[in-house]
């Protein structure tokens, strides 16, 4: 911080200095001090730059560890989608076994196609009750991962928050 002050008082010092004496002073100071004013500014530009690379590398690391960590999160959630998915399509199945049977046996006595589903019904009773605590199960892991995915997601829009005029002067 020193350092960055003195030089940039070191190059408003002589920017003015020049622009004042500009017509009395011998041509040798003037380029002397011109080229070492280019200078100094390169050197301050540079400075500011690798200060802000910096910057944004750091917190470029602090959002990919975030970010890693949500998508590891969404990736679990997905996975419970698939399994309540899956054991949806499975009572779906279930039910158009007993539809066929009832469509298949209307055409006989109508008591006998209610009995022989019933019958069905109850034998996949112990089927649909597993199906249906797998769902219940995948819905409550969903409502954790997404409890447990809120702060971790507030972490990440403070860190953006952050590094956006970064990210956005070192790409300028």
């Known amino acids: 911080a020193i350092m960055g002050s003195t030089l940039e008082v070191s190059k408003l010092v002589i920017a003015s200095w020049l622009y004042r004496n500009w017509k009395e002073i011998p041509f040798i100071l003037k380029s002397y001090l011109a080229s070492a004013l280019v200078i100094l500014m390169f050197l301050t530009s540079m400075s500011i730059f690798g200060f802000l690379s910096q910057a944004h590398i750091d917190q470029g690391l602090v959002s990919s560890d975030v970010t890693d960590k ?11 989608k698939d399994i309540i998915t899956a054991a949806k399509q499975g009572l779906q199945q279930l039910d158009q076994q007993i539809n066929e049977t009832l469509n298949r046996t209307s ?9 022989r589903s019933v019958n069905i019904r109850k034998n996949q009773a112990p ?19 997404n409890e447990e995915k809120i702060p971790i997601a507030t972490k990440l829009r403070k860190v953006e928050a952050e590094v956006g005029p970064i990210k956005y002067i070192a790409a300028v």
């Open 70 to 80: 949500i998508a590891l999160i969404d990736q679990k959630i997905q996975t419970e």
């Open 127 to 145: 089927e649909r009750k597993e199906l249906a605590k797998q769902i219940e199960n995948a819905q409550y892991k969903i409502t954790k991962l």
């Open 107 to 115: 055409e006989q006595k109508s008591d006998v196609a209610v009995r």
